[in-house]
């Protein structure tokens, strides 16, 4: 079983659709959640760190379930712009290596 | 603040050949880890340097890989001898040692092909 699971997609929307993810981990003792954001033939770049309360940055959202060990990312009003991997990330302990799920392709289209 | 830089972008060499990367951390992040991408997989981790030392090479395939962080500055990641599998794409990344949620920002790369 992979330590990060997400679904692959490609989860293809229209613009202004709301689209979201989700990632399961198998590691409960997880201290902390990002996604990371990666375009194609780049790196990835942190969208969002995750927290137990649950916390949004303008129209993302993003939310951990630590019962289920269970992370979200919802996106509203999607924008051409949004269109890339989105990857769920867990960091086993603070400071120390991150692992990676193997992303979520969205395709927005006009 | 300048960006984790990396260098060279791409790499093409053959088999049994020697290739070192070259990885600049964001300034004053102690924390400098290296990632690999290999073709169809999920980014893994290779190593971790706290300032100079390795804190965690348990991602390092083989003696192939030796990882270098002399001075606590830059960081150099060898290959020799390069085999096929070590093909792909070799990320740097940093964070702060202390005081934050050791967010770490990733460089763009080093593209990698072993012929």
């Known amino acids: 079983r992979k330590e990060v699971e997400q679904d692959p997609g490609p989860f293809n929307v229209p613009e202004g659709a709301t689209v979201a993810f989700n990632c399961t981990y198998s590691?409960?003792?997880?201290?902390?959640f990002f996604w990371y954001r990666q375009d194609c033939r780049k790196e990835p770049k942190l969208l969002m760190s995750?927290?137990?309360s649950g916390n949004e940055d303008g129209r993302f959202t993003a939310q951990l379930n630590r019962a289920s060990q269970y992370i979200s990312l919802l996106i509203r009003d999607s924008k051409l712009s949004d269109s890339a991997t989105y990857l769920c990330?867990?960091?086993?302990?603070?400071?120390?290596?991150?692992?990676f799920g193997a992303g979520t392709i969205l395709r927005v289209k006009s | 603040e300048a960006g984790v830089t990396q260098f060279p972008s791409h790499s093409v060499i053959e088999k049994g050949q020697t290739v070192t990367l070259r990885c600049d951390p964001i300034?004053?992040?102690?924390?400098l880890y290296w990632y690999r991408r290999v073709m169809g997989k999920e980014i893994k981790f290779l190593l971790h340097?706290?300032?100079?030392?390795?804190?965690?090479e348990s991602g390092m395939p083989n003696n192939r890989f030796l990882a270098e962080r002399t001075g606590g500055t830059y960081s150099t990641l060898k290959v020799q001898p390069a085999e096929l599998e070590d093909s792909g794409v070799y990320f740097c990344?940093?964070?702060?040692?202390?005081?934050?949620?050791?967010?770490?920002?990733f460089g763009p790369g080093t593209r990698l092909t072993v012929t």
């Open positions: 990344a940093s964070s702060r040692l202390t005081g934050g949620s050791y967010e770490q920002y």
């Open positions: 590691n409960s003792a997880s201290q902390s």
């Open positions: 995750v927290y137990s």
């Open positions: 990330v867990v960091n086993i302990k603070y400071g120390n290596k991150l692992v």
């Open positions: 300034s004053g992040h102690d924390n």
């Open positions: 340097f706290v300032k100079e030392s390795k804190q965690d």
